[in-house]
């Protein structure tokens, strides 16, 4: 009969028997998100880098920029994203250990493995959204506009050394990636 319930009728089952520990996670996250919030409010006036939130947008460089948001993301890291984390941690192993019945936990079981024998493929982007930010970086780099302030340099600049980045990653990626695709079609077809 188990086999029988679709997997969206079987966890809105389980969420609902489950509500208790649902309703902790969602405060979890409501408290997660009001702590970043106050960690990016007091990093601001603290931060020396953005002159302790009296730069402008004109003050800051690309190397600066990254700088601040690198501080900031790795402040964020350790005050609210590793103790979220590891709060989210200790409340599923309570829970899964203390408090779950062995027929739900058993019945969890079996949708994993039936889940990840149907798995095929993932829909991930494959982080070429990264890959192009780094590339125009680079070239922001070996400009030497590195350090340069964003008020110095046209917004098109921007745009045509994100088109040089952009244009030098299909070089370096698409023609060994061309070559391996005429390759294989070639060979599919004989």
Request: hydrophobic share 55%; glycine share 12%.
């Amino acid at each position: 009969m188990r086999e029988e319930i679709s997997e969206e009728t079987f966890w809105k089952g389980m969420a609902i028997k489950h509500w208790v520990v649902i309703l902790i996670f969602v405060v979890a996250c409501i408290g997660a998100v009001i702590g970043g919030g106050a960690v990016l409010l007091s990093y601001i006036p603290a931060s020396e880098i953005g002159g302790n939130g009296s730069w402008t947008f004109d003050d800051f460089s690309v190397g600066t920029s990254i700088l601040w948001m690198l501080l900031l993301f790795l402040w964020e890291l350790v005050l609210v994203i590793l103790p979220f984390i590891a709060f989210c941690g200790v409340v599923v192993g309570l829970y899964w250990f203390m408090i779950m019945p062995e027929e739900d936990k058993e019945a969890i079981k079996s949708r994993d493995k039936k889940e990840k024998e149907k798995k095929t493929h993932s829909k991930e982007g494959g982080g070429i959204g990264f890959i192009f930010t780094i590339a125009f970086l680079i070239v922001v780099f070996i400009d030497g506009n590195w350090l340069v302030t964003f008020g110095t340099l046209p917004y098109s600049y921007f745009a045509i050394a994100w088109l040089w980045g952009f244009m030098w990653i299909m070089i370096i990626l698409g023609i060994p990636v061309g070559v391996l695709g005429f390759i294989y079609f070639w060979l599919k077809i004989k």
